[in-house]
């Protein structure tokens, strides 16, 4: 069974950090992209972090890049997003979304995607 679960998010204050993990139950890392995708209250949802199956390239928005670093560990079928130096406005429901492509460089193109998990909530207040 194909299912993405995140965890990590919660309460923090500004500058702190925050690592997610998303658990890519069923999937072959080297055959899918995944990709961090947030909604933030009142917001379409917009793409953050992206990494390419096949050549493990990521691609990161540009407002969060320098903060935010995206990484997989295949042995474990997960990859994380940590967040450093953390502003409100990254304050968002994170997803985490998967496709199966074989592009060497992935695009953050949220009609791509064809799983999502539930999400996990952020919160950046002091």
């Known amino acids: 069974q194909l299912q993405l679960v995140e965890s990590g998010g919660g309460l923090v204050q500004p500058g702190e950090s925050l690592r997610l993990s998303c658990v890519a139950s069923?999937?072959?890392?080297?055959?899918?992209?995944i990709g961090w995708f947030r909604q933030a209250p009142g917001k379409e949802r917009e793409g953050v972090s992206c990494i390419s199956g096949s050549s493990g390239r990521p691609t990161t928005l540009i407002s969060v890049k320098g903060r935010f670093t995206i990484s997989r560990d295949a042995a474990k079928n997960t990859v994380y997003l940590q967040m450093n130096n953390l502003k409100p406005e990254d304050t968002a429901v994170y997803y985490c979304?998967?496709?199966?492509?074989?592009?060497?460089?992935?695009?953050?193109?949220?009609?791509?995607?064809?799983?999502w998990g539930k999400g996990t909530l952020v919160t950046v207040s002091s």
């Open positions: 979304a998967a496709a199966r492509t074989d592009q060497a460089i992935c695009d953050l193109n949220y009609d791509a995607m064809t799983h």
């Open positions: 069923g999937f072959n890392l080297y055959y899918h992209e």
